[in-house]
């Protein structure tokens, strides 16, 4: 393997994966079309592992995840969700565990929520990395998902995310400038900034 001068061989490839890494979180967009295909096993298994690898309020782990597979369910779900464009093969429920949350000293609910939306990005990323695609969904309705996936009261659905090999070219979408969101140090308008202070 060809090094630049002065590294090693394990330097440079852990160079190149950051590179690699940081590319994907550059290029991920939500996929809201998919082929027929299905998600095979392993790639489902790949992707179910990295949800409850994300980081959780004290450690709670206050989520609970369904991974649904089957047409006619899934075609439920879709009809029960709005903001669900296209027919995905799967489609991965994240929902929030109010009874792990209430355990000892609780945050808000919104702490909760938070947790389970960072379950989701993972979702998501691995989605992304590994050729498939996905969308957050959080229009549906709570009362018929709850009751067509059986959840217990403890369990409060949060995002539907369909996920599936995209139909489409995947396209990041535009984003506001960065100078527009994220300053350094303090709240200060970069110096060629004419908008003002409170900008
Ligand atoms: C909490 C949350 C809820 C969302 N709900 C929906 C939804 O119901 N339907 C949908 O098509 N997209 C939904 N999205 C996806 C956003 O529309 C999408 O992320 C945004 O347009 C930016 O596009 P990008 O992610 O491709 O950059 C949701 C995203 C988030 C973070």
Redesign the pocket.
Known sequence: MTCPAGTTPEAAGSAAARTAFLELLRTR??V?RYTREPVDDTLLDALLDVMPAAPTAANKQAWGFVAVQDPYTVRCLRAFAP???GLPPLVVTACFDRDRAAREDSGPTDIGLLCV?MAVQNLLLAAHATGLGG?????FSRTAVRRLLALPPRLEPV?LVPVGHPADPVR??ARRHRDEVIRHGTWTPPADDSTGPDR
């Open positions: 967009a939500v809201r903001g669900m464009i939306a969308c957050p969904v959080s229009s995002l990041p979408s």
